[in-house]
């Protein structure tokens, strides 16, 4: 019997075979919302706890601490509760409802700043406070050692090593960061692409970040190329993924597979594979989906 734990990881690849018409590119989604907590964020999230249980940073009595747009919270929250550690989520106060009571289901207690950088701003005061741990997965390894020892040799095994584009949105950039170190260690002529907003645009789970709050763990020359994506382009494709692939899956994911098929567009063989970050139930609150 496995435990829940045992569920994090090994997601689907699905072909996405009705959003473009070259006969000789394959393009594949990797379910991520297929996680017992339903985002990619399960990975990272379990390997920061972990690692910070087993290096003895989290002791008895702790709280943890995070700054979160929603998908890391959520896993967060699962993953701390059952290791019996309470936590704190602070969120940007445009956060959908959903996300906020899905982590307080979980027991975490959520409170809402002006914006991201505020709540990144927030939990790093409360930490000079004392009782606290901060993950922080803008600067924890443990958040792209995640994708290195999973989501890249999945994506590895299961296109049996005929990946040659990996597309995926940018945030924390763990996700780009990690599945980058592996598939570039099995074939140095894999592409990696990196999707972010426009100016102006406000695309949950992808960032433009302020120079002095760019993520630490990102490392640039591991991204070959970056397609920047407006937000009317990540709604009409979240939209579009989900009437013609079948596909519910929020926002950044649309995003992520604009900019796939802006990348197919110049190809005229490979193998495509980009990252459907969640499930679109989390946003049925917003306008995400009301057309």
């Known amino acids: 019997m496995a435990t829940l734990l045992d569920l994090v990881g090994n997601t689907p690849l699905v072909e996405l075979n009705r959003l473009h018409t ?42 943890l601490i995070e700054a979160t747009s929603g998908n890391t919270g959520i896993a967060l929250a699962m993953i701390a509760r059952l290791y019996g550690v309470d936590i704190d989520l602070i969120m940007p106060e445009s956060s959908t409802k959903e996300r906020i009571q ?5 027991g975490a207690r959520v409170i809402l700043t002006e914006s991201m950088e505020s709540a990144r701003d927030y939990a790093e005061a409360q930490v000079t406070k004392g009782g606290y741990l901060m993950l922080n997965q803008f600067a924890n ?10 989501t ?34 099995q074939n140095p002529a894999v592409q ?14 992808i960032r433009k970040w302020p120079v002095e709050y760019l993520p630490k763990i990102f490392e640039p020359q591991r991204v070959d190329r970056i397609i920047d994506v407006s937000q009317e382009d990540a ?33 005229d063989e490979g193998v495509v594979v980009c990252i459907i970050c969640d499930r679109g139930d989390r946003y049925l609150s917003s306008d995400l989906f009301a057309e």
């Open 192 to 205: 990696i692409v990196g999707c972010q907003p426009t100016d102006g645009s406000s695309i949950p789970g």
């Open 141 to 150: 390894p443990d958040n792209y050692l995640a994708h290195y020892h999973s």
């Open 235 to 267: 709604v009409t494709m979240t939209r579009k993924l989900a009437k013609v692939e079948g596909v519910f899956a929020g926002m950044s994911s649309g995003g992520s597979v604009y900019a796939a098929l802006k990348l197919i567009e110049e190809l």
């Open 102 to 106: 899905t982590m307080q289901a979980f």
């Open 22 to 63: 070259k006969p000789n590119v394959r393009l594949y989604g990797k379910l991520e919302g297929h996680n017992p907590g339903g985002s990619v964020k399960d990975r990272p999230a379990y390997g920061m706890i972990k690692g910070a249980l087993e290096r003895g940073e989290l002791k008895p009595g702790m709280r």
């Open 152 to 185: 890249g040799p999945e994506i590895w095994r299961d296109t049996n090593g005929q990946v040659t584009h990996f597309v995926s949105s940018m945030g924390t950039t763990g996700t780009i960061m990690g599945t980058s170190r592996y598939l570039k260690e």
